[in-house]
């Protein structure tokens, strides 16, 4: 019994011993022929090209005689108020979209992830910076006070200190700002949470900006479009603004492939923090969303005769029209003569011997008018 098993273990041995090195004579055989083909580590193997590279996606719209053209976004929530991303990835998606410069404006008063996020009002600034100077984007200190209306909510921009704005008082939160030099947004005037059926500016709007208290005033914000607020901003002389108010991923709720967040167009003397801030206080400003821009007249007719190269055929009426910028221009002249020019487009039109003026009904410098302009003025 005994011997028959060792004879069976002996025979077990020798059928492995024969196997192995038929095994080996295998595998010997098909690693030199084809060996470098399958070579791989069994443990770990990279899948190449599987990993999606970061890449920045350049936005399109020339500069303006003087001015460079800052695409901005002003109001950006992060986990640090009721947002639901980290402060960095706010950075790589601006820098991702072609933005130069952003504020991360998270809610004073509103931070329902307080439980497990803790900080406090600087933290989502400071955490984002590194990268911020990382990827040379503009990142702006900024922070919601974020009250009953009125006044409503309003971003405090380029402040020293978010901390210090932690008031009961809201004309107190406000008045901090100022007293750090900052730039005071009133956010979404007619957002229905707080205006349901109006979009009205009170008498407290009134008494903040007869103390110099408010500098801009949202015209886009998230999906929404105020044209009454462009009239406000207008007829006052504050400063146009256009912002995401994003608390998703950016690209859970615009349409990013051919669209883009709203935005805020400053016209800058440089690429610089300081220069943004003269920039505001100034009023070089255009909102820009939904293939709308609404803004001063003079700043949309510089930008619109920047972002086309036209050329005139000898002793005709016809012109060939190249857009360079990342925005369709709308012209019209009475029934006529409607065209678009696409975004990065060319195209060949005939104006008719009548026709002197031309309405580019996407560029509104009043709630309901839009930009006209001498055909004249285009082709000298
Ligand atoms: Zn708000
Ligand atoms: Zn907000």
């Known amino acids: 019994m005994h011997r028959q098993n060792r004879s069976k273990y002996q025979y077990h041995l020798n059928k492995n011993y024969f196997l192995m090195k038929k095994t080996a004579l295998f595998t010997i055989f098909w ?6 083909a399958i070579a791989q580590d069994l443990n770990n193997t990279p899948i190449p090209g599987i990993d999606k590279e970061s890449f920045r996606k350049e936005i399109q719209l020339p500069d303006i005689p003087g001015y460079k053209t800052l695409k901005c976004d002003f109001h950006i929530h992060t986990v640090f108020s009721d947002g639901l991303v980290w402060p960095t990835v706010r950075i790589t998606e601006a820098w991702e979209e072609g933005l130069d410069a952003i504020a991360i404006t998270d809610h004073l008063e509103y931070k329902p992830h307080g439980k497990y996020v803790k900080g406090d009002h600087n933290s989502s600034y400071e955490i984002a910076r590194p990268l911020a100077e990382a990827k040379d984007l503009i990142l702006v200190r900024g922070g919601e006070i974020t009250r009953g209306m009125p006044p409503g909510h309003l971003n405090g921009l380029f402040l020293e200190d978010v901390n210090a704005l932690d008031k009961e008082d809201p004309f107190d939160a406000i008045r901090e700002v100022d007293r750090q030099g900052g730039f005071i947004q009133w956010n979404h005037p007619g957002w229905k949470a707080q205006q349901p059926d109006t979009c009205i500016w009170m008498e407290m709007h009134q008494q903040l900006f007869e103390e110099g208290l408010i500098h801009g005033v949202e015209v886009f914000n998230h999906t929404e479009w105020y044209p009454v607020a462009l009239d406000w901003c207008l007829n006052k002389n504050l400063a146009v603004m256009g912002n995401s108010d994003i608390h998703k ?4 709720q615009y349409h990013l492939n051919d669209s883009h ?9 440089e690429r610089t923090k300081e220069s943004l801030k003269e920039a505001m206080f100034a009023n070089r400003t255009v909102a820009w969303f939904d293939g709308k821009m609404a803004g001063p007249e003079k700043l949309l007719k510089a930008l619109f005769k920047a972002s086309l190269d036209i050329q005139q055929f000898k002793d005709s009426n016809k012109l060939k029209i190249k857009n360079i910028a990342d925005m369709p221009f709308e012209l019209s002249a009475g029934s006529q003569f409607n065209f678009t020019i696409p975004a990065l487009g060319e195209v060949y039109i005939t104006v008719p011997d009548k026709i002197e003026k031309v309405n580019i009904r996407n ?7 839009c930009l006209t302009i001498d055909l004249k003025e285009l082709t000298r």
């Open 261 to 269: 967040r709203p935005m805020t167009l400053v016209f800058a003397k």
């Open 31 to 36: 690693t030199l022929l084809i060996g470098p």
């Open 363 to 369: 560029l509104y410098t009043q709630s309901t008018q």
């Open 249 to 252: 991923v950016t690209a859970h």
